[in-house]
């Protein structure tokens, strides 16, 4: 059995969902999210990022860390935010001596629900379907929990 950590990086909420996988099956260990201060500059949110992330490592002991890769956004400020989110989410699971995979979001769609252009609420419904879950998690929750179980289907686990 292997607990995997996934992350959908965002600079005001950071979504994260811990699963466990084991041959071919799916466990909800966990989910939830990473507010940040926006009122306060970037780097103090990209600080709080660190810490939560790192919080939530402690608390659930994943082994791996699955991360959602930056897309291509309409405003390149925007996408260098989600950039600096997403390197201080990898550096907590680094400091915690995890290895870490990138999935591009069409990649994560495809292993979630067999559609590269899936949207939002398929996702949410497939997310929880596969996990058996009685209600649904948040957006960024739901989005972080696919990250999770893109990587336990890549690995075959």
Same mark, same amino acid.
């Not at 500059?41 to 860390?65: A, K, M, S, Y």
């Not at 950039?83 to 769609?109: E, H, L, S, W």
């Not at 495809?110 to 949207?119: I, K, L, N, R």
């Given at each position: 059995?292997?607990?995997?950590?996934?992350?959908?990086?965002?600079?005001?909420?950071?979504?994260?969902?811990? =699963?466990?996988?084991?041959?071919?099956?799916?466990?909800? !260990?966990?989910?939830?999210? !990473?507010?940040?201060? !926006?009122?306060? *500059?970037?780097?103090?949110?990209?600080?709080? =990022?660190?810490?939560?992330?790192?919080? !939530?490592?402690? %608390? $659930?002991? *994943?082994?791996?860390?699955? %991360?959602?890769?930056?897309?291509?956004?309409?405003? *390149?400020?925007?996408?260098?935010?989600?950039?600096?989110?997403?390197?201080?989410?990898?550096?907590?699971?680094?400091?915690?001596?995890?290895?870490?995979? #990138?999935?591009? *979001?069409?990649? =994560?769609?495809?292993?979630?629900?067999?559609?590269?252009? /899936?949207?939002?609420?398929?996702?949410? $419904?497939? %997310?929880?379907?596969?996990?058996?879950?009685?209600?649904?998690?948040?957006? #960024?929750?739901? #989005?972080?929990?696919?990250? /999770?179980?893109? $990587?336990?289907?890549?690995?075959?686990?």
């Amino acid at each position: 059995m292997e607990r995997i950590l996934g992350i959908d990086p965002g600079s005001r909420v950071t979504g994260y969902g811990v =699963i466990e996988a084991d041959r071919g099956r799916l466990y909800f !260990v966990a989910c939830g999210v !990473v507010k940040t201060t !926006v009122k306060y *500059p970037l780097n103090f949110r990209l600080n709080e =990022i660190f810490d939560g992330i790192n919080e !939530v490592i402690q %608390v $659930h002991n *994943p082994v791996v860390t699955a %991360v959602e890769d930056v897309f291509l956004a309409d405003n *390149p400020r925007s996408a260098l935010k989600l950039g600096q989110a997403r390197g201080a989410a990898i550096v907590a699971a680094m400091q915690n001596g995890m290895q870490v995979f #990138d999935y591009t *979001p069409r990649t =994560i769609k495809q292993a979630v629900s067999g559609y590269g252009q /899936a949207e939002k609420g398929q996702m949410q $419904h497939m %997310v929880r379907m596969l996990l058996n879950l009685s209600g649904t998690p948040s957006s #960024d929750a739901s #989005d972080a929990l696919a990250v /999770a179980i893109c $990587h336990a289907n890549q690995l075959n686990l």
